[in-house]
């Protein structure tokens, strides 16, 4: 719980934060998970106590985009690029419908969709999480869309995913409660 006399803007006090270790990452692949751990927490964080009404609540028209929108794009994410393209499956979509992004409008205010994107998401996160614990040369390359991308543009692409959609939920959970933060 932050106390909220001494930091009014703060999801949790800077001591509680789960997203904050002692432990100083060193190397490339661990500088990248520590980001991808502490990214992955915030969006945990940015969606804690909304029901499937606020997760499901669009930002502005004619965007389809909201929480549960995100969460759903990226349990997508994790999977196409750590399932598909770094571990070699081959992957039937994972959300699909009647409209161009099912990903998004099929983001609705209902308890089961909400539970099964965050169990997708969660499953497809530790499944990143192993492969990423398998990677021995960041460098190495693999053949994406007919062109031989490292794995490191692979990982960093990652951090770049979550980066940019927590700007989004930010603002996305500002319109809900009025909730501000780190």
Known sequence: ?????????????????????????????????DYLRHYRLT???????????????????PSTMSLLGLVRHLAHVEREWHRGWLAGQELPPMYVGDTDDPVFDGAVADDDVVAEAWASWRREVAHAQEVMAGLD??????????????????????????????????????CIDGRTGQ
């Not at 994406?144 to 996305?172: F, K, P, T």
């Open 137 to 174: 040369d960041l460098g190495a390359t693999i053949e994406v869309h007919g062109d031989q991308v490292e794995i490191r543009e692979i990982l960093v692409h990652m951090v770049e995913e979550y980066a940019r959609h927590l700007g989004h939920a930010d603002l996305l959970r500002e």
């Open 43 to 61: 969006l945990e964080m940015k969606c804690e106590g909304l029901d499937a009404e606020q997760m499901a609540r669009r930002s502005v028209p």
């Open 1 to 33: 719980m932050v106390d909220e006399r001494r930091y009014p803007d703060m999801w949790v006090d800077p001591e509680d934060d789960p997203r904050e270790s002692d432990d100083q990452p060193r190397g490339e692949r661990a500088v990248v998970a």
